[in-house]
C-alpha cells in the first residue's frame, strides 16, 4: 500500500502531461486551418474577374424591324437638319430594340459630343467600349471628349488605348499631337505630328500643325515644307499663307513673303494686320507709296471690324 501512496503523485503527474499534450481544441484547429489557406492563397496568383460578355442582340421581329428601320432612317434625317436633340431620341429609340450595338452608342456618343453634352458622350464611349474593346473611334471620342472637360491626362490614356489597338491608324497620333501642342508639350507633339504624317501622307491638318510646332522652335525651312504640303492638298487659307509669309520673312526672302501676303490678303480681305505686315515689306522693298496705301487701308480695316491696335501685328 505504501508503495502504491508513493506512486499516486507520478502518476498524476503523468495524467496531467499526457492531457496537455492531446490533439489541439477546435479554435486551435479553426486557426491553424486559416493560416494554412492564407498561404496557399498567396502562392496562388491572384486571377483577374472575368469579363462579362454581352449577349448579342436576339433576332427581330417584323414589327421590330420596322420599328429599328423607322427610327434609324428619323436619326439620320434629323441629323442631317442640323436637329441633334430630337435624332438623339431616335437613337435611344433604335438601342432599346438593340442595346448591345456598339455602333449606335457610338453614333449616340457623337451626337451628344456635337450637343457639348461631353458627359454623356463619354458614357456611351464606355458603353461601345464595354460591348467592343477593340473600337478605336470609342477611344478616340472618349479622348476628345475628356480634353473638352480640361482632363489632358484622361484624354491622352485614351489615345494611348487607341494607338495600341490600330498603331497604323494616323488619326490617334494627330490626335495626340493636337492635345500635347496645346499643352505645350512641343518635343512630343512634334514626335506624334511625324507619325500621322509618316502613316498618312495628305493629311493636311497634320502638316498644317507641324507648321506650327516647326515655326515655334525656329525650324522655318521645315515649316515651309509642312504649309507645302498642307496648302498642295487644299488647305488654302489665309493662315496658311500668313504662316508661310513669316516663315520666308525668317529666312530674309521678301520676294517670297511679299507672294504669301498677297495671297494671304486675297483669302481674308478683312484681316486688317495683313495689311501693316505688307506695307513693312514694301518699306524695306523700297516701294513707300504702296506701304502707305496699304497702313490707310489697313487702318481702314481694324476701324470698320472693331479691332484697331496702334501695336500692328508684324510691325
Not at 278 to 303: H, S, V
Request: proline content about 4%; charged content about 35%.
Amino acid at each position: 500500500m505504501r508503495f502504491f501512496a508513493a506512486l499516486l503523485p507520478l502518476i498524476c503527474l503523468w495524467v496531467f502531461v499526457a492531457g496537455c499534450s492531446e490533439a489541439p481544441s477546435k479554435e486551435e484547429k479553426a486557426k491553424a486551418e486559416a493560416k494554412a489557406k492564407g498561404k496557399g492563397s498567396s502562392s496562388k496568383k491572384a486571377s483577374k474577374p472575368k469579363k462579362k460578355i454581352r449577349p448579342k442582340n436576339p433576332p427581330l421581329t417584323a414589327e421590330e424591324s420596322r420599328e429599328f428601320l423607322k427610327a434609324m432612317v428619323e436619326a439620320r434625317n434629323l441629323e442631317r437638319e442640323g436637329e441633334n436633340v430630337r435624332a438623339a431620341e431616335w437613337v435611344s429609340m433604335a438601342m432599346r430594340i438593340k442595346p448591345n450595338d456598339p455602333q449606335l452608342h457610338l453614333w449616340r456618343g457623337n451626337i451628344h459630343y456635337r450637343l457639348q453634352n461631353y458627359r454623356k458622350a463619354i458614357e456611351d464611349y464606355k458603353e461601345v467600349v464595354d460591348i467592343d474593346e477593340k473600337n478605336w473611334k470609342a477611344y478616340v471620342g472618349h479622348a476628345d471628349a475628356s480634353w473638352r472637360l480640361y482632363k489632358p491626362k484622361e484624354a491622352l490614356d485614351m489615345l494611348k488605348k487607341a494607338i495600341k489597338i490600330d498603331p497604323s491608324n494616323p488619326i490617334p497620333h494627330r490626335k495626340r499631337g493636337e492635345i500635347l501642342h496645346k499643352s505645350g508639350d512641343w518635343n512630343e507633339a512634334s514626335k506624334s505630328y511625324q507619325m500621322a504624317m509618316t502613316l498618312k501622307d495628305k493629311d493636311l491638318v497634320v502638316y498644317f500643325q507641324a507648321a506650327k510646332i516647326n515655326l515655334i522652335f525656329r525650324k522655318d525651312k521645315e515649316a515651309i515644307k509642312n504649309l507645302d504640303h498642307a496648302i498642295a492638298y487644299g488647305l488654302r487659307t489665309g493662315e496658311a499663307y500668313h504662316m508661310r509669309a513669316k516663315a520666308y520673312r525668317k529666312l530674309g526672302n521678301l520676294d517670297a513673303t511679299l507672294t504669301n501676303l498677297n495671297l494671304a490678303i486675297a483669302k481674308a480681305p478683312n484681316w486688317h494686320a495683313l495689311y501693316f505686315e505688307r506695307a513693312n515689306i514694301y518699306d524695306q522693298l523700297g516701294q513707300g507709296d504702296k506701304a502707305k496705301k496699304d497702313r490707310r487701308e489697313g487702318k481702314q480695316k481694324a476701324e470698320d471690324t472693331l479691332f484697331f491696335d496702334e501695336q500692328y501685328p508684324g510691325g
